[in-house]
């Protein structure tokens, strides 16, 4: 069974949607979850990181379920500039430098 | 500027001619790791240093070598390249480990013939 798993999409949206991500992983010993930003064959960026509470930053809200080891992206009123690819992270618990990211989801976002 | 940088950015070589790719981070990291990026496969990681001295397998290890002798360096070698590693490669750093935001090089495109 692979670390993470991530459905590639794509999801094309208009703008303003409401559109979620999500993102399993298999190992739960996971400490640490992150989503990235990728455009375009670039290098990834980190969009932002997951807490265990949930945490929102602007139209982004990242939440972590460990009963049923799932992270996942919400993204609100979605702009155009939104489009882009969406991995996800997460490291192992018992081996802290291995850092799995998932496929990515495509996302497209039009006017 | 704070940044990871990598050469080539771009390499077309043979099958069997042994190539470098380096790797420089100047944000004092102590953790670099390397990363290929295949369609349909994601991002997977090569290996991983701790820190100076310090490396370890990552998921796909088979064909590469890596050595840290400066905190700074990463250099990836490939011995004997074979076609089924062309592809992009990243190179990454954080300040104490994979549980810290990854800090990314902009990559270098491989094609092996």
């Known amino acids: 069974r692979k670390e993470v798993e991530q459905d590639p999409g794509p999801f094309n949206v208009p703008e303003g949607a409401t559109v979620a991500f999500n993102c399993t992983y298999s190992n739960s010993a996971s400490q640490s979850f992150f989503w990235y930003r990728q455009d375009c064959r670039k290098e990834p960026k980190l969009l932002m990181s997951?807490?265990?509470s949930g945490n929102e930053d602007g139209r982004f809200t990242a939440q972590l379920n460990r009963a049923s080891q799932y992270i996942s992206l919400l993204i609100r009123d979605s702009k155009l500039s939104d489009s882009a690819t969406y991995l996800c992270?997460?490291?192992?618990?018992?081996?802290?430098?291995?850092?799995?990211f998932g496929r990515g989801t495509q996302l497209t976002v039009w006017p | 500027e704070a940044q990871v940088t990598q050469n080539p950015r771009y390499l077309i070589t043979v099958t069997g001619k042994k190539l470098t790719v380096t790797c420089s981070q100047n944000?004092?990291?102590?953790?670099m790791s390397w990363y290929r990026q295949d369609p349909g496969l994601g991002l997977r990681q090569i290996y991983y240093s701790m820190n100076v001295e310090v490396t370890d397998k990552g998921d796909v290890p088979e064909g590469y070598k890596v050595s840290r002798k400066e905190k700074r360096n990463f250099p990836l070698i490939l011995e004997s390249p074979s076609p089924n590693q062309t592809s992009l490669y990243f190179c990454a750093s954080s300040l104490h480990g994979s549980g810290y935001e990854q800090y990314f090089g902009p990559g270098t495109r491989l094609t092996v013939t």
């Open positions: 997951v807490y265990s």
């Open positions: 944000m004092n990291h102590e953790y």
């Open positions: 992270a997460v490291n192992r618990g018992s081996t802290l430098g291995r850092l799995y």
